[in-house]
């Protein structure tokens, strides 16, 4: 695992250091939002998405931070979040020829687990970072805060970042470059994305899921999709490791 | 025996890269395999180790093995001390002090990136993590590739020490003179076959060299013709039965003789030879 943690480095720093400033350019400007929409109030365009109710809703901690970093910033990259951790883990070493070193040395199951868990754990640190900014900020600044909502989206934004972790595995394992398994992360993001618009498909669009409308429709975690996100990352992470065990080198 | 290798066969479609080969290699024993680009002593090695799948035939390994790639890739990011301290938290019975000392005997700074070192030096970097590692066997694919004739000769002595430590070796390579100073035992390999196998004096000692009028055709590996005649590397008992003249060949005579010889069908013969 420390080769792993080593390699990965770079990466999670990348990756914090995003959140951190994604966060900070919103969480202490809440004023600042409010009183720049106020301006264009009035206007016919803005009124469209932007009703007054909602603008006068913007003005409570509570829902301001959990619609903009839940709901918008943080939630919209945890998919590529958990595209970014996974999509060079084995197609890095593929490509650059280096999977026989750790293959002569330890075995194929060690290997994978090795490599799976060690993204695995990063992501959830990563992701339980984001999701708690909120609450620490709140807490820290004394600022009038639902905890139990944030932990709500905690669980969200975590099982919607393993889904896209374990679907980008499964594609670093197939391909033999770095650019394939990003590439197909990205485009199956997209396409289910698209596809989920469609209301007989809206299961497949997972941003409704790590952005919370659940929650903030009726402020309940969105249990079944969780579970069946968790059978699914699961089934696509045993297929991932099958291939693996048998991939030619 | 450390390793036994039988009948196995890998199939790419229609293409047989390794069909029906039978070896093994003792312990204490250095051996060489040989042949031409293409013969398949690379996917044997994969298969072996695993790598590859076998699509049948068997392979009975007893203890750990060291590996050495033909492509010789590390981590290029990393710095050679972080390749070693890297290597030793994932390799069994690894002797890092031993591998610290190879490292000093090749003049390689530690502070140095892979993607820094020229391909001779990634070679004994590459060398030098797999002979800190305490196997039973140590796997060489090509191990002096790049390496400039001091270097090399150093890589052989080195090579051939290992049986003294209770080990074996199986390697490939090209440099037939290398082959001759470290290999006990050789298997000569093309298209996917063992065409020779044997204890490498046994087979210099077992063909011979004959000239034969152009008019005339002998079964042998057809190694060159003059204006006047052919020239054949056949059986020295055959050819002394038959009233030839043997001419002593080289090993690299002998080589390309059984390669070229079992390229043409027509030249391929079991005991006419």
Redesign the interface.
Known sequence: MKKEFYDMRVRVIGITITVLILFFVLAPFQKFTVSMLEGYSGNPQLEKFLPGSMLNRLKEWSFYINSQWYGKNFGQIIPIIGIIMAFPLFSRETENGTLAFLLVRRNRKLVFMDKFLTGLILLVLILVLASLLPIIYSFLLSKNYQYTTGLKFLLHSLFAGILWYSITLLYSVIFNDQVKPLLAGLGTLAITTVAGILKPLRILNTYAYALGSKIFQKNIVDLKYTFGVIIVSLIITFIAYKIFLKKEI | MVLEVRDLRKYYKNIKAVDGISFCVDKNEVFALLGPNGAGKTTTI?CI?????KDGGEIKLSGT???L?E?K????SYTVR?MIE??A????DFDKDKCFKFIEQFDMPLSEKVSELSNGQTTQLYISLVLSQRAELYILDEPTWGLDPIVRNQILEMIRNIPFDGSSVLYTSHILSEVEKVADKVAIMNKGKIIEIGYLDDIKEKYCAIRVDKSKNVSGYKYKSTESENVYVVKKEWAQENGFTCEPITFDILFEAIVLGSNSNSNVRGEER
């Open positions: 994969k180790l695993g790598l590859r799948n093995v060291g590996y790639p492509g890739e590390l981590y290029q972080k890297i290597t938290s994932i390799t069994k």
